[in-house]
């Protein structure tokens, strides 16, 4: 490890000659020593690089230890493995109880979902009441946000007295009029559907489990041949390939559920079938004008938001791959490019992404999984999304919480492989240039994570960062750090957001004036809850424009050897 001392040295050193000839001056020394007394070290143990930024002139300056001795970093140790990427869970009948949300949550779950397409908002009171009840019990950094999924303007056939049996070839009719059920003929809930849909179209039942050619239509009735049979059940979503419904994205019945959401202090909307950003827009200035602070996941699921994905992602705090639909209005072989090409853009707006639809189906009926939805879970988890998702599985599956130990075991084992710099150096966030013309307080953070997140790999530390809004537990999850982000944050809606990024585990804890000893605080809740050792190796980060310790804009990262 004297290459990782090395590295330490050329960090500050770097610093140091990229401060401009104007600045030689030293800028004004922190208040309080950035320091805790659990963490007791001499030179030869300690390894400290401090980057400052005075918020009067902007200059910089770098410290670093005289004594960085090879015998520091050569004892620093991997930390227990944890995973990184989060898991969504779906509450339903099969979960709904305070018995097995416990069990969900201390099996894998990072957020409860809750599924407005189903049940009413009694029921869904109950779970937000549990899941606050757990968190209130759980102040370790087992934290479990809390996910409302809005129904949107789904199209479904009519309720039938029994299941109507398809066969390839056979004639079947969809009708605007309601109440209809008979062996050739459906009603639809959507009275413009015979506006929406032209003969040659292909109508796809349940995402595709079922698909009819449309041969004409009538004044309210679209006839159909069965291309790809099965069983029609009551109640089946219906899309025509390659268009979206006309309808608005936001129901009567979403606004109900939103305001519900308000009320119950949700960490998070996943608003469905959402076409451009005027959407997220509208539902913003709602939530500002209710002084609700709730952040909206956008579920790409329409044909129409393909277009218009990079401004949707922009005006949004993530995006969800919701790929049931998708691949129903859109080529199925488009979807895995995709979700790729979704992937990509919402990390370079460092933006939390989730992959959804389908990851464990089979395990709704049978104990264990395909070895292609293994695969699949490992590639989400390879194009590094932020979190994983189960539907089905955990809201009315035979086997909940076999789903997510399923879920996290593919995913810690994945991961194992990626997030090693020797062997994924691709990974590891490279220096950047500290000046440029356009240098600016923000772009020094970003450099900064990338810094840090680059020591921290380089050492095999686990990272400790203090905030009070988030953003830099944020960018380190931006950066993909191969250890763990333990993110101290004295605010709840903090907390609770914090929960589905990537790498991060999120903790509430009161700050001191004292820097010292809200360190201490810190280092002993984990030492408590067993997340590291005596003698392990952190990394410990303060960083931001609104610093927590000190009056001027700071960055600042020192590694040290836990001792008690």
């Not at 227990?80 to 509450?91: A, N, Q």
């Not at 979704?342 to 709704?364: D, G, H, W, Y």
């Not at 680059?454 to 960062?465: D, E, F, G, S, Y």
Request: hydrophobic share 40%; aromatic share 4%; glycine share 6%.
């Amino acid at each position: 490890m004297a290459a990782a001392a090395e590295m330490v040295r050329g960090f500050a050193a770097t610093a140091r000659v990229a401060r401009p000839a104007a600045a030689v001056a030293a800028p004004p020394q922190p208040r309080r020593a950035v320091a805790a007394r659990v963490l007791r070290t001499s030179a030869s143990e300690k390894v400290a690089a401090d980057l400052s930024v005075a918020g009067t002139n902007g200059s910089l300056s770098a410290l670093s230890n005289t004594d960085v001795s090879t015998d520091a970093t050569s004892q620093a140790v991997d930390v227990s493995p944890r995973r990184k990427t989060k898991i969504v869970c779906t509450i339903g009948p099969s979960t709904n109880t305070r018995e097995m949300i416990w069990k969900l949550a201390e099996t894998g779950m990072n957020v409860a979902r809750m599924n407005m397409s189903h049940g009413d908002h009694q029921s869904h009171q109950k779970v937000i009441d549990l899941v606050k009840e757990y968190n209130a019990e759980n102040t370790d950094g087992n934290t479990i946000a809390i996910m409302l999924d809005t129904k949107g303007p789904e199209v479904r056939s009519g309720d039938l007295p029994e299941p109507i049996m398809l066969a390839e070839g056979q004639e079947f009719n969809f009708t605007i009029k309601r109440g209809v059920s008979t062996e050739d003929t459906v009603s639809v809930n959507y009275d413009d559907f015979i506006s929406d849909v032209e003969a040659g179209d292909i109508l796809l039942v349940d995402g595709g489990m079922m698909s009819l050619a449309v041969k004409l239509k009538t004044a309210d009735t679209v006839k159909c041949v069965v291309v790809d049979g099965g069983e029609l059940k009551s109640r089946r979503h219906l899309n025509v390939r390659g268009k979206s419904a006309t309808l608005p994205s936001i129901t009567e019945k979403d606004w109900e559920d939103i305001k519900f959401g308000v009320e119950n202090g949700v960490d998070f909307y996943a608003v469905s079938f959402v076409k451009d950003a005027k959407v997220i827009h509208e539902l913003k200035a709602y939530l500002k004008s209710a002084n609700a602070d709730i952040h909206v996941i956008p579920k790409i699921e329409s044909a129409d938001s393909i277009p218009n994905l990079q401004s949707i992602i922009a005006a949004s705090d993530g995006a969800m791959v919701a790929r049931g639909d998708l691949g129903a209005e859109l080529p199925i072989e488009e979807v895995p490019l995709l979700q790729e090409e979704i992937i990509r853009t919402c990390r370079s707006m460092q933006k939390p992404v989730i992959v959804a639809t389908n990851m464990l189906e089979s395990m709704i009926d049978h104990p264990t999984p395909t070895r292609a939805e293994v695969s699949d879970i490992a590639i989400a988890v390879r194009e590094a999304a932020d979190a994983i998702m189960l539907s089905g599985e955990t809201a009315h599956g035979k086997y909940p919480l076999k789903a997510v130990k399923v879920m996290h075991t593919v995913a810690l084992r994945t991961e194992s492989s990626l997030y090693d710099p020797a062997k994924a150096p691709s990974l590891v966030a490279r220096p950047k240039a500290l000046l440029n013309d356009d240098f600016c307080k923000s772009q020094l953070s970003k450099m900064f994570g990338s810094h840090a997140t680059m020591m921290a790999n380089t050492l095999r530390t686990p990272i400790i960062v203090f905030t009070r809004v988030g953003s830099m537990a944020v960018l380190l999850s931006h950066y993909r750090p191969s250890s763990t982000v333990y993110a101290f944050t004295n605010e709840v809606r903090v907390k609770q957001r914090l929960a589905l990024y990537q790498g991060v585990v999120p903790i509430l804890m009161e700050f001191s004036d004292d820097a010292e000893e809200t360190f201490s605080r810190a280092i002993t809740s984990l030492l408590d809850a067993k997340y590291m050792n005596e003698g392990d190796y952190v990394t410990l980060v303060q960083s931001g424009s609104q610093s927590i310790w000190r009056e001027e804009s700071t960055h600042h990262i020192q590694v040290r050897k836990v001792q008690c």
